[in-house]
């Protein structure tokens, strides 16, 4: 086997019913040998039970709800050099798999690379069938690191095959990499900047991860999140995991000026607009408090330091830099079918 498609799945089986059987035939159309199987992380919604009358040959691995972190446990199961982690609202195109995958296993004179540990898909948003990523760039807003595929310029490099500093939703992995880096970080659950942690200590250990525009997938998004957690709730997990990887990893002095005075000022912003505030009331001094609680109780985790990789890590993937590859304007593929909450299911299929 050269590859494992693992979709990731938390009481999500309308989404599964649409999302999977792609993922079913996109592995059936690559030149590898490809096996799928759903990573089920205690589902309540009958996931488990229709995954096994629907979807009879696709392997199931049943999981405490552990977020991503889930992918650790389970990519130590399989002996395939290549693993994509998938979220349960990814669909799949047909032929996207063989770019995909082409540099992580092709051999060095054709087009691999060995310093390549993760490649990300092209990802076109379902709702406004618009481009979402993943050629992502890291920035800063108010004291915070911003990663971002919307970064000035965006536009006319989307079709450039390049770097990219993180992508959650869907990223193929070199096994044996992720397994040495640790995989995901459980500082981070539920979930959220768990992947740019991942890319940085990647980076950090000499690897790179990059973005292959020929590779193209169509994103629900943040399907099960928004559904669990709500928005606001979600706003604030996305802040309190900034916070949490920047303790954790930042030590270059800049950087952490930049981060002392940038909090500051959003402490200080929440305090000034809280009497006009409807909603939303404190939302960071919120994150912020439990971000320190979190910290605190996972022993105040500290990266060890490298400034100088550091400085490296936040200057190629500065958003100037992505943007100066330019390429033609990118057209998004064939739409998938549509996603209904009510939809019927799925035939029953084939093994890949």
């Not at 096996?35 to 405490?64: C, E, I, Y």
């Not at 000499?206 to 998004?221: D, F, I, K, N």
């Not at 954790?248 to 009497?275: E, F, I, S």
């Amino acid at each position: 086997m050269d590859a494992v498609l693992l979709v990731l799945n938390y009481n999500g089986w309308e989404l599964l019913r649409w999302a999977l059987p792609s993922v079913l035939e996109a592995a059936a159309a690559c030149r590898w040998r490809c096996q799928v199987a759903v990573v089920d992380n205690g589902s309540t919604d009958g996931s488990w039970q229709r995954l096994k009358s629907h979807f009879p040959h696709v392997h199931r691995h049943r999981m405490l709800n552990r977020g991503l972190c889930s992918f650790n446990e389970v990519a130590r199961l399989y002996q395939a050099p290549v693993l994509v982690l998938l979220n349960n609202d990814i669909y799949l195109t047909r032929e996207c798999l063989d770019p995909w995958l082409a540099p992580l296993l092709e051999s060095s004179d054709r087009g691999g690379d060995p310093r390549c540990w993760m490649t990300a898909p092209c990802g076109w948003h379902y709702a406004t069938r618009r481009w979402e990523g993943y050629k992502t760039a890291l920035g800063w807003r108010w004291g915070l690191v911003q990663a971002t595929a919307f970064f000035p310029g965006h536009e006319s490099c989307q079709s450039s095959a390049d770097e990219t500093a993180c992508a959650g939703a869907a990223l193929a992995v070199r096994r044996e990499v992720f397994l040495h880096l640790g995989g995901f970080d459980p500082l981070y659950l539920p979930g959220r900047l768990e992947d740019l942690d991942l890319c940085y200590r990647a980076y950090l250990a000499g690897y790179h991860a990059r973005y292959v525009p020929q590779a193209q997938v169509w994103h629900l998004g943040a399907a099960t999140f928004a559904r669990e957690l709500g928005a606001e709730a979600n706003d604030r997990l996305a802040l309190r995991n900034t916070l949490l990887f920047q303790w954790k990893n930042l030590h270059h002095w800049r950087h952490r000026l930049r981060q002392r005075w940038g909090v500051a000022l959003r402490l200080a912003r929440d305090v000034l607009q809280a009497p006009l505030a409807r909603s939303g009331r404190f939302a960071f001094w919120r994150a912020w408090r439990e971000a320190r609680q979190v910290y605190r109780r996972h022993g105040s985790p500290r990266a060890a330091a490298n400034p100088r990789r550091e400085k490296a890590f936040f200057e190629r993937y500065a958003p100037q830099r992505l943007a100066t590859r330019p390429g033609r304007p990118l057209a998004a593929p064939a739409p998938p079918p549509p996603w209904e909450s009510e939809a019927p299911s799925p035939p029953r299929a084939k093994a890949a």
